[in-house]
């Protein structure tokens, strides 16, 4: 087992799952104030005549120093997700990914907002476009 996935928490099934009601709260909150910071940088680029990628965040807190509040708040739910060992993989599909051991492979457990319990995993290179069905038999789930 490589260093990194021995330091990694493992969830069960069970353990992510029981997580999904916080999570809807932060990521109904990482959600709207994504899309608010979003709108201030595509405001701020078109006044600079800048692509909104181009601009930093940075650059925006000088331009725009009223929009700290959402970046601190922004941060600091990104930061309770990862900080319980789930890693949030951004507000755009509002998905929080868990680390697991699936039919005896590392891999990740794959939730999106709106899902009111897991079903799909991944692997640890696969991204939510190779996200596919929890092994099962009888819908029983096989974690280990």
């Not at 069970?14 to 595509?42: D, Q, S, V, W, Y």
Request: aromatic share 8%.
């Amino acid at each position: 087992m490589s260093e990194s996935k021995a330091l990694m928490k493992l969830f069960t099934l069970e353990e992510a799952n029981a997580m999904i009601p916080k999570l809807e709260l932060a990521m109904a909150t990482i959600t709207r104030l994504g899309l608010a910071l979003r709108r201030e940088i595509e405001a701020v680029a078109g006044e600079l005549d800048r692509q909104a990628k181009e601009l930093s965040t940075d650059e925006l807190l000088r331009i725009r120093p009223e929009m700290a509040g959402i970046v601190r708040e922004l941060e600091q739910r990104v930061a309770e997700i990862e900080a319980s060992g789930a890693q949030f993989k951004g507000f755009d599909l509002g998905l929080v990914d868990f680390p697991a051991q699936i039919d005896g492979q590392f891999g990740l457990l794959c939730w999106q907002f709106g899902e009111k319990m897991i079903t799909h995993w991944h692997t640890l290179d696969g991204g939510f476009a190779a996200r596919k069905p929890l092994p099962n038999a009888g819908g029983t789930f096989y974690l280990q």
